[in-house]
T-cell receptor
Framework: ETGVTQTPRHLVMGMTNKKSLKCEQH?????MYWYKQSAKKPLELMFV???????ENNSVPSRFSPECPNSSHLFLHLHTLQPEDSALYLC????????????FGPGTRLTVT | AQSVAQPEDQVNVAEGNPLTVKCTYS??????LFWYVQYPNRGLQFLLK????DNLVKGSYGFEAEFNKSQTSFHLKKPSALVSDSALYFC??????????WGAGTKLIIKP
């Protein structure tokens, strides 16, 4: 295990639902990331937090809302999603945003119906 | 803009044979290059990186990668493939703002 956990592992939601994805890291890291992984496409960086401050928002639609209450926890709040948002959502952490190595959680498989 | 290309969607290798997974990049300045592996139902795991120095970089699980500046390539290699090496492999390059630009991934299948 990498020390990064994600819950739930699978989520099916309708387009009008509101749900949240949770990520927790037990590595003492200060940077956390949300990525979207779609089949046969490069990973898409969504958000970056460094020492609890959001440093990057890569043109992500407002229906995705991140929250980082402390350096160990990261949430992704979801509302009024679209079917094309179905993907694997990966959380990662690193010592800080300048560190070379990122540690990934197993991901949440999201299906929007 | 910086970019990474993994020209093969899938690579098939017989167990015991050498394997190569290809990666080419386009960057301004000196590249910082990475390989990650994703096993089924798992997150990505760091394999190795090139920052500077020796063009042949050694990493986890017996993998190595060769940095070739003239060909702008960073191919992943292993002398003798194992069935357990079957996974999805991602190449990435780091931008000046520390973000990683990822390739689309290459599925490696090792057949017994």
């Amino acid at each position: 295990e990498t020390g990064v956990t994600q819950t739930p592992r699978h989520l099916v939601m309708g387009m009008t639902n509101k749900k949240s994805l949770k990520c927790e890291q037990h590595l003492g890291h200060n940077a956390m990331y949300w990525y979207k992984q779609s089949a046969k496409k490069p990973l898409e960086l969504m958000f970056v937090y460094n020492f609890k401050e959001q440093t990057e928002n890569n043109s992500v639609p407002s229906r995705f809302s991140p929250e980082c209450p402390n350096s160990s926890h990261l949430f992704l709040h979801l509302h009024t999603l679209q079917p094309e948002d179905s993907a694997l959502y990966l959380c990662a952490s690193s010592q800080d945003r300048e560190s070379y190595e990122q540690y990934f959680g197993p991901g949440t498989r999201l299906t929007v119906t | 803009a910086q970019s990474v290309a993994q020209p093969e969607d899938q690579v098939n290798v017989a167990e015991g044979n050498p394997l190569t997974v290809k990666c080419t990049y386009s960057v301004s300045g000196n590249p910082y290059l990475f390989w990650y592996v994703q096993y089924p139902n798992r997150g990505l795991q760091f394999l190795l990186k090139y920052i500077t120095g020796d063009n042949l970089v050694k990493g986890s699980y017996g993998f190595e990668a060769e940095f070739n500046k003239s060909q702008t390539s960073f191919h992943l290699k292993k002398p003798s493939a194992l069935v357990s090496d079957s996974a999805l492999y991602f190449c990435a390059v780091r931008e000046s703002n520390y973000q990683l630009i990822w390739g689309a991934g290459t599925k490696l299948i090792i057949k017994p």
